[in-house]
Structures are given as structure tokens and as C-alpha cells.
């Protein structure tokens, strides 16, 4: 079922959200080369409690997972999502993916984005750009009486008409009383297919894109996704609420 938000439970939406987009700010300023992501998960803990709020990632399991272990997920070059902090250290031409969700009063919040290390080749800067372009074209179509698939269906010919891929296997979805709920929101598809969109939903909208086939395989730790070619990826992601028929970001600063 597909929740529809008053006014109110938005606002709490936006507070949690607000935590989202300045943990997220905080982390690129200390993704460097030679930083770990164990560290900057570290400092992206720290700020969420800080703000009386809760990492929504940690201790997180669906269906019988394993409970993730971390406030970020860290995902890095081929890893495409749910990479797990650790001593990894960032090095010169990486992408670093970061995601975060907080829970606030029992409201939540999700986001993400790609991060150049260093100094990247111009096909990976091209990628994060194309990846990052297609969510703000996906959010444009996220207005009431569109539907699902418009949004899908602008981000994949976004990114095929770059030349990239869009991941198939992982979507976007519903957020806000729970930090997963309907709908899914694929990142391909037709126009005009799956749910309408009516004011007072809150979405979580998320290009993962692969620089070259969507086939992705999956970890043994449980969580990380990898690109099946081990080509990069990269992932951008906010959340908005639909309000007076068109889409209000609310995870950005």
C-alpha cells in the first residue's frame, strides 16, 4: 500500500531529511585520499546523534538479511551499493558512493550521492555527471497524474543516451514512516505504466548506473553489490514529497 502523507508528517519527513543532506555535505568535505570509510563513517554517526537522531541504516535487516553494521554505506569504483565501512583506504581516481538514512521521531530520510577522489578519468567524471543528471530528470517527471514509469522511463533514456547502463536488479521506493515502503520505482520502464502519483507521497528516487552492462552480482558479506564486468558505478539519490502537484526536494541543502 502507498502512503499518503498530511502536511505534518511531511515536515517531520524534512527534518530527518535536513540531518540526511547535511551528514552527506559533512562526508564529502572529509572524503579524501588516504581517509578510510571506517573514519568517515565514524563522522557520519557522530554528527546523526548529535542531532538527536538515529543512523536508520544500523542494525537494519529485510527479510531475513544479515543486520547491516554501519551508519553509511560505502561503495567503492565497481561496487555499485550497500558497500560496508571498513580500513579500506580511498585512493587518487576512486568513486566513492556514500548513502545514508536517519530516523527521526519515527520519520525517515535517504539519500545519496558519488564522490570524485582525487583526480578521476574523464569517462568516470562523465558517469557521475550523467548519473547525477538523470535523478533531477527523473524528479522533474514526479509531478500528480504522472506515473511511476515517467520517472523511470526519464532516467533510463538519460543514461542509454550517454551510453551507460541503468542497474535493473535494485530500485527506488516509498519513504517516510518506514525507511523502505511502496512503491518501487525502477530506474527503466515506459511512460504512462504503474502507480499515479498524487500529492502527499514521499519518494526515495535513485539512479545506480553502471559504466558498462546493468548485470550486477552480490557479495558474500551479505550486502555489498558489485557490477558483474567490475566496470564502475556510480549512484545519486534524494528524497522528495509531491505537494501542490509537483516535487519539493527534501534532502537537498
Known amino acids: 500500500m502507498i502512503l499518503i502523507k498530511s502536511i505534518k508528517e511531511i515536515d517531520c519527513i524534512r527534518e530527518s531529511c535536513k540531518i540526511v543532506a547535511e551528514t552527506l555535505q559533512l ?47 560505502t ?15 580511498l585512493k587518487d581516481g576512486d568513486i566513492l558512493s556514500v548513502d545514508v538514512g536517519v530516523n527521526k521521531k519515527g520519520y525517515f530520510g535517504d539519500a545519496a550521492l ?34 511511476i514509469g515517467d520517472i523511470s522511463n526519464a532516467i533510463q533514456s538519460y543514461v542509454e543516451g550517454n551510453g551507460f547502463s541503468v542497474v535493473r536488479a535494485l530500485c527506488g521506493h516509498g519513504v517516510g514512516k518506514k525507511l523502505h515502503e511502496e512503491p518501487q520505482i525502477p530506474n527503466y520502464g515506459e511512460k504512462s505504466k504503474g502507480p499515479v502519483l498524487k500529492n502527499g507521497m514521499t519518494l526515495a528516487i535513485e539512479p545506480m548506473v553502471n559504466m558498462g552492462s546493468y ?7 551479505g550486502w555489498t553489490v558489485l557490477t558483474e564486468d567490475n566496470l564502475p558505478s556510480a549512484h545519486f539519490e534524494h528524497s522528495i514529497a509531491i505537494i501542490n502537484g509537483s516535487a519539493e526536494i527534501l534532502t537537498q541543502i
Open 27 to 73: 562526508i564529502k568535505r572529509y572524503a579524501k585520499v588516504n581517509v578510510t570509510t571506517l573514519e568517515l563513517d565514524k563522522i557520519a554517526e557522530d554528527y546523526i546523534l548529535s542531532n538527536s537522531a538515529i543512523p536508520a541504516f544500523k542494525g537494519y535487516s529485510q527479510g531475513g538479511s544479515v543486520v547491516y553494521p554501519a551508519t553509511l554505506c
Open 114 to 147: 558519488s564522490i570524485a577522489i582525487g583526480n578521476i578519468t574523464e569517462d568516470n567524471r562523465k558517469l557521475l555527471e550523467v548519473t547525477e543528471k538523470s535523478l533531477y530528470l527523473g524528479i522533474e517527471q514526479a509531478s500528480i497524474n504522472n506515473k
Open 75 to 89: 561503495s567503492i569504483n565497481e561496487e555499485v551499493v550497500h558497500g560496508i565501512p571498513g580500513n579500506r583506504v
Open 215 to 221: 548485470r550486477v552480482t552480490f557479495s558474500d558479506d
